[in-house]
Every structure is written in structure tokens, then in C-alpha cells.
């Protein structure tokens, strides 16, 4: 079993940066694929990064390329998400998550766990 926490959203103006933590409860986070979705009112969630147990592959969507970088620091269970440059359309709550597999996806449903989520809003 692992819990998630999310921290660091909040109100930015557009071309700022926030960076997101994700804490993670269990001695197992190390073994975890980690990923971050976010999910804008009257949409589905979205798959935004993900990164292996070990932080030596990362993966985005396209839209935050160049923008966002995730990472990883496995001795205090925690996954970050760095946002710079932002833009009014990436307002969205913003959930981390963690999946047994062995290999990252962009479908939230093969994720096995979540968090509580976070809010993050662009102001244009």
C-alpha cells in the first residue's frame, strides 16, 4: 500500500513556475513507477509525466515538452514535478500516482494509486 500527498500548487501568473511535491508513504516507493496527471473541469484526467523506479527515464506529453520536468528523489519518497513557463491551459488540479507495473502508461486506469490532488491555476 502506498499514500500520496500532493503539495505546491497554487495561483501563478502566465510565463511563472511552481513546482508540485508528491510524498509517499512505504519502505516499496523505490520500486514504483511514478506519474503526474491533471484534470481541468469537464475533462477527462491526462496522462502529464511520468518517471521510472530509478529516475533514468522520464516520459511527457507533448504540450509540456521543454516546459515541465519531472524527477525523483527515492530516499525521501517524494516525486517532483517542475513547471516553468506556464500557460493559462495548463490550469488543472494535478494528481500524482503510482503503479505497480513495471512500465509507465498515459491511462490513468493502470495506475494503482493516488493522491488527493492539488490545484493549480494559471491566471492569463
Known amino acids: 500500500q502506498v499514500q500520496l500527498v500532493e503539495s505546491g500548487g497554487g495561483l501563478v501568473q502566465a510565463g511563472g513556475s511552481l513546482r508540485l511535491s508528491c510524498a509517499a508513504s512505504g519502505r516499496t516507493f523505490s520500486s514504483y513507477v511514478m506519474g503526474w496527471f491533471r484534470q481541468a473541469p469537464g475533462k477527462e484526467r491526462e496522462f502529464v509525466a511520468a518517471?521510472?523506479?530509478?529516475?533514468?527515464?522520464?516520459y511527457y506529453t507533448d504540450s509540456v515538452k521543454g516546459r515541465f520536468t519531472i524527477s525523483r528523489d527515492n530516499a525521501k519518497n517524494t516525486v517532483y514535478l517542475q513547471m516553468n513557463s506556464l500557460k493559462a491551459e495548463d490550469t488543472a488540479v494535478y494528481y500524482c500516482a503510482a503503479t505497480r507495473s513495471t512500465y509507465y502508461s498515459v491511462d490513468y486506469r493502470e495506475y494503482d494509486y493516488w493522491g488527493q490532488g492539488t490545484q493549480v491555476t494559471v491566471s492569463s
Open positions: 518517471i521510472s523506479w530509478n529516475g533514468g527515464r522520464t
